[in-house]
């Protein structure tokens, strides 16, 4: 499921899951690795 989790490092807005997997910032678009970030999903 999409969910907001963790924060933008650029500018602190929240991330979103991302269809492609990885996670994505709405505010300026920067996309994240899904292993930047603590995942418990798998
Ligand atoms: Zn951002």
Request: with cysteine.
């Amino acid at each position: 499921m999409n969910y907001p989790r963790g924060k933008c490092r650029q500018c602190g807005e929240r991330l979103y899951g991302h269809v492609d997997g990885g996670y994505q910032c709405l505010n300026c678009e920067q996309r994240y690795p899904s292993d930047e970030f603590d995942t418990n999903t798998r």
